[in-house]
Antibody
Framework: QLQLQESGPGLVKPSETLSLICTVS??????????WGWIRQPPGKGLEWIGS???????YYTPSLKSRVTISLDTSKNQFSLKLNSVTAADTAVYYC??????????????WGQGTLVTVSS | QSVLTQSPSVSGTPGQRVTISCSGS????????VNWYQQLPGAAPRLLIF???QRPAGVPDRFSGSKSGTSASLAISGPQSEDEADYYC???????????FGGGTKLTVL
């Protein structure tokens, strides 16, 4: 059974870089039909897709964050990471990692990690 | 404001059929499949419906999904108290090259 687990600092200072890692167990991240993604949820608000990456190097990012975000895969550790630079209080959220199945016009996120709260504050 | 539009809340009794709608456009719902996610209080979202109307293993058959044109719906036949949660629709958008989530609908079971 595939499981994902987020890890990283729970507190980041404004203007610094938010860095999170998602460790995948029970399956390999270098699989053709899967992308690996990050989704966030500000406190009391809805879900926002951040981006997704494939082991081939393909990446997609949401337009509003594209200039600040990088998602990369480490197949040797079966992990993928999120880096979001120049953070502000608006980046405070629970960050989820998830596997994205992709087949033609069909795609979905399953499973999800449990999420990790990152607060941006000095 | 989300490009996929959902009503903020819906309520129903165990004897009713409740429907949650998701309105989009030709670049997202019409062109791509729709997924639904359930988020129980304090928990991570989980996949409820994928590819418009497919249920993953373990999802009760009282949940069903449909799509027509630029809109999609999630129906719950006889909602149970354990179904009280936030429900989100999602779809890929060909113009934005992005995954879009609806704003979410909170289900209350009376």
């Amino acid at each position: 059974q595939l499981q994902l687990q987020e890890s990283g600092p729970g507190l980041v200072k404004p203007s610094e870089t938010l860095s999170l890692i998602c460790t995948v167990s029970g399956g390999s991240i270098d699989t053709t039909y899967y992308y690996w993604g990050w989704i966030r949820q500000p406190p009391g608000k809805g879900l926002e897709w951040i981006g997704s990456a494939h082991y081939s190097g393909n990446t997609y990012y949401t337009p509003s964050l594209k200039s600040r975000v990088t998602i990369s895969l480490d197949t040797s550790k079966n992990q993928f990471s999120l880096k979001l630079n120049s953070v502000t209080a608006a980046d405070t959220a629970v960050y989820y990692c998830a596997r994205k199945t992709q087949w033609l016009v069909q795609s979905w996120f399953d499973p999800w990690g449990q999420g990790t709260l990152v607060t941006v504050s000095s | 404001q989300s490009v996929l539009t959902q009503s903020p809340s819906v309520s129903g009794t165990p004897g009713q059929r409740v429907t949650i709608s998701c309105s989009g456009s030709s670049s997202n719902i019409r062109s791509n499949t729709v997924n639904w996610y359930q988020q129980l209080p304090g928990a991570a979202p989980r996949l409820l419906i994928f590819s418009n109307n497919q249920r993953p293993a373990g999802v009760p058959d009282r949940f069903s999904g449909s799509k027509s044109g630029t809109s999609a719906s999630l129906a719950i036949s006889g909602p149970q108290s354990e179904d009280e949660a936030d429900y989100y629709c999602a779809a890929w958008d060909d113009n934005l090259n992005a995954v879009l989530f609806g704003g979410g609908t909170k289900l209350t079971v009376l």
